[in-house]
């Protein structure tokens, strides 16, 4: 009986994505189905439950390393593959919206893809995206990652990469693990280095993004450099 139920339930989940999308169901029960791979049979109720209380989003529920989630009840490799098989289907989604067109046009997918490129917030992290000439997409690299105040940022390092693509101009964007998205004087006179010594070689700097936790503050908007 409790194993009819489970199907029905899960069946009634099923039906209720398909017919009504996502946006339908609540953060717990999107987990709830991803979970399902891992778990065959049984509740995945609990576990959705108990990852979103421990980790406060689902975010932070695809991001947590492997020991931290593997402190919940119920959590096990395969629950882990799983968690992580989303996190890289959802990552490599973010940057497909930004290819094939100029990366600046829409500011929410870019943004989007960069909070879930830096895996951890709490860890201050330099990210560059590559552009040409018309702002298309190139590539892009974790430049640096840090500690829980600070990134060491090497600007040669950063042209030099721009060149080797063939870059005609950078966007950089970092994160403070404090919350605040508002750019410290380090920032701006780091930008404003990194800016004169690509001016020297026809790289542009097209922007600096500081992200915060819900906020982030574009540099070139505040003529900060």
């Known amino acids: 009986m409790v194993e009819n139920h489970q199907q029905g339930h899960r069946k009634r989940l099923r039906e209720r994505l398909i017919k009504s999308g996502e946006e339908a169901l609540a953060d717990y029960e999107l987990l709830e189905m991803a979970l399902y791979w891992s778990h065959p049979r049984g509740d995945t109720k609990p576990i959705a439950k108990d990852l979103l209380i421990k980790f406060k989003n689902l975010a932070n529920v695809f991001v947590a390393s492997k020991d931290d989630l593997k402190k919940v009840k119920g959590v096990g490799d395969s629950t882990v593959a799983v968690l992580r098989l989303s996190y890289a289907i959802a990552l490599r989604l973010a940057k497909a919206e930004l290819m094939d067109r100029p990366l600046l046009m829409d500011s929410d997918q870019l943004i989007r893809y960069c909070r879930l490129r830096i895996k951890d917030p709490k860890i201050e992290q330099f990210h560059i995206f590559f552009l040409d000439k018309k702002h298309q997409f190139l590539s892009d690299e974790i430049h640096q990652i840090g500690t829980v105040d600070h990134a060491t940022v090497y600007p040669r390092e950063i042209i030099k990469k721009a060149l080797e693509y063939g870059a ?13 998205s508002t750019p410290s004087k380090a920032d701006v006179d780091l930008t404003k280095h990194i800016a ?30």
Request: hydrophobic share 35%; no cysteine.
């Open 196 to 225: 004169e010594i690509g001016e020297k070689l026809g790289i542009q700097v097209n922007d600096h993004l500081v992200l915060g936790s819900g906020s982030y503050t574009s540099m070139k908007a505040k003529e900060l450099f």
């Open 168 to 180: 005609s101009k950078i966007l950089m964007v970092h994160n403070h693990p404090s919350g605040d």
